[in-house]
Protein backbone atom coordinates (compact mmCIF):
# COMPACT_ATOMS: atom_id res chain seq x y z
CA UNK A 1 0.00 0.00 0.00
CA UNK A 2 0.94 3.67 -0.84
CA UNK A 3 -0.29 6.20 1.83
CA UNK A 4 -0.46 9.82 0.79
CA UNK A 5 -1.04 12.90 2.94
CA UNK A 6 -1.20 16.27 1.87
CA UNK A 7 -1.22 19.74 3.08
CA UNK A 8 -0.93 23.58 2.29
CA UNK A 9 -4.63 23.81 1.33
CA UNK A 10 -6.72 27.05 2.79
CA UNK A 11 -8.67 30.07 1.84
CA UNK A 12 -6.06 32.64 -0.59
CA UNK A 13 -7.43 35.76 -2.24
CA UNK A 14 -7.88 35.98 -5.83
CA UNK A 15 -3.74 36.72 -7.40
CA UNK A 16 -2.44 35.13 -4.64
CA UNK A 17 -0.52 32.08 -4.13
CA UNK A 18 -0.37 28.58 -2.17
CA UNK A 19 1.92 25.45 -2.32
CA UNK A 20 0.14 22.22 -1.49
CA UNK A 21 2.42 19.60 -0.14
CA UNK A 22 1.74 15.30 -0.67
CA UNK A 23 4.22 13.09 0.72
CA UNK A 24 4.23 9.83 0.01
CA UNK A 25 4.97 7.07 2.37
CA UNK A 26 4.81 2.99 2.42
CA UNK A 27 5.60 0.96 -0.44
CA UNK A 28 6.87 3.83 -2.95
CA UNK A 29 9.62 1.93 -4.81
CA UNK A 30 7.56 1.72 -8.10
CA UNK A 31 5.61 4.91 -8.05
CA UNK A 32 6.92 7.52 -10.72
CA UNK A 33 3.96 9.38 -11.33
CA UNK A 34 2.23 11.46 -9.20
CA UNK A 35 -1.04 13.54 -10.28
CA UNK A 36 -2.50 16.65 -8.97
CA UNK A 37 -6.42 16.51 -9.49
CA UNK A 38 -9.31 18.63 -8.44
CA UNK A 39 -13.21 18.36 -7.83
CA UNK A 40 -15.21 21.39 -7.27
CA UNK A 41 -18.83 20.77 -5.77
CA UNK A 42 -21.48 20.20 -8.52
CA UNK A 43 -18.07 19.15 -11.11
CA UNK A 44 -16.37 16.01 -12.22
CA UNK A 45 -12.68 15.43 -10.96
CA UNK A 46 -10.60 17.12 -13.43
CA UNK A 47 -6.78 16.75 -13.73
CA UNK A 48 -4.66 19.78 -12.99
CA UNK A 49 -1.20 18.35 -13.64
CA UNK A 50 1.61 15.72 -13.08
CA UNK A 51 5.19 14.61 -12.56
CA UNK A 52 7.40 11.75 -13.46
CA UNK A 53 9.61 12.45 -10.15
CA UNK A 54 12.20 9.96 -11.38
CA UNK A 55 12.75 11.96 -14.53
CA UNK A 56 11.44 15.30 -13.23
CA UNK A 57 9.19 15.46 -16.45
CA UNK A 58 5.75 17.31 -15.96
CA UNK A 59 2.47 17.84 -17.87
CA UNK A 60 -0.31 20.43 -17.05
CA UNK A 61 -3.57 21.14 -17.95
CA UNK A 62 -4.16 23.97 -20.84
CA UNK A 63 -6.25 25.81 -17.75
CA UNK A 64 -3.68 26.06 -15.29
CA UNK A 65 -0.56 26.06 -17.71
CA UNK A 66 2.19 29.17 -16.80
CA UNK A 67 0.19 29.65 -13.23
CA UNK A 68 0.76 26.40 -11.41
CA UNK A 69 3.93 24.34 -11.14
CA UNK A 70 4.63 21.30 -9.88
CA UNK A 71 8.40 20.09 -8.39
CA UNK A 72 9.91 17.35 -6.34
CA UNK A 73 11.78 16.56 -3.21
CA UNK A 74 12.58 12.80 -3.57
CA UNK A 75 14.64 12.44 -0.51
CA UNK A 76 11.81 13.59 1.20
CA UNK A 77 9.64 11.24 -0.94
CA UNK A 78 7.19 14.55 -1.35
CA UNK A 79 5.58 16.49 -4.65
CA UNK A 80 4.55 20.06 -4.36
CA UNK A 81 1.99 21.77 -6.56
CA UNK A 82 2.78 25.73 -6.67
CA UNK A 83 -0.23 27.84 -7.31
CA UNK A 84 0.27 31.08 -8.59
CA UNK A 85 -2.40 34.29 -9.86
CA UNK A 86 -4.76 31.87 -8.38
CA UNK A 87 -8.74 32.43 -9.64
CA UNK A 88 -12.33 32.09 -8.30
CA UNK A 89 -12.60 29.21 -10.43
CA UNK A 90 -9.56 27.33 -8.79
CA UNK A 91 -11.93 26.92 -5.90
CA UNK A 92 -12.07 23.13 -5.14
CA UNK A 93 -10.54 20.28 -3.14
CA UNK A 94 -7.03 19.55 -3.78
CA UNK A 95 -6.24 15.72 -4.74
CA UNK A 96 -2.66 14.26 -5.07
CA UNK A 97 -2.64 10.47 -6.69
CA UNK A 98 0.01 8.37 -7.70
CA UNK A 99 0.09 5.90 -10.51
CA UNK A 100 2.02 2.15 -9.27
CA UNK A 101 4.26 0.50 -12.25
CA UNK A 102 4.32 3.60 -15.09
CA UNK A 103 6.31 5.97 -16.53
CA UNK A 104 3.38 7.95 -18.38
CA UNK A 105 1.65 11.00 -17.10
CA UNK A 106 -1.92 10.51 -17.81
CA UNK A 107 -4.63 12.87 -17.54
CA UNK A 108 -7.34 10.04 -16.19
CA UNK A 109 -8.03 9.76 -12.88
CA UNK A 110 -9.15 6.05 -13.42
CA UNK A 111 -5.93 5.32 -14.17
CA UNK A 112 -4.02 6.34 -10.60
CA UNK A 113 -4.20 3.80 -7.87
CA UNK A 114 -4.06 5.48 -4.90
CA UNK A 115 -5.40 8.71 -3.33
CA UNK A 116 -5.00 11.28 -0.81
CA UNK A 117 -7.56 12.66 1.48
CA UNK A 118 -7.88 15.70 -0.41
CA UNK A 119 -7.31 19.79 0.98
CA UNK A 120 -10.02 22.07 0.25
CA UNK A 121 -8.59 25.54 -1.69
CA UNK A 122 -10.60 28.44 -1.24
CA UNK A 123 -9.65 31.54 -3.60
CA UNK A 124 -12.26 34.31 -2.84
CA UNK A 125 -12.98 37.33 -5.37
Known amino acids: QVQLVESGGGLVQAGGSLRLSCAASGRTFSVYVMGWFRQAPGKEREFVGG????????YYSDSVKGRFTISRDNAKNTVYLQMNSLKPEDTAVYYC??????????????????WGQGTPVTVSS
Open 97 to 114: AADQGTFAISPRPEEYDY
Open 51 to 58: INRSIDRT
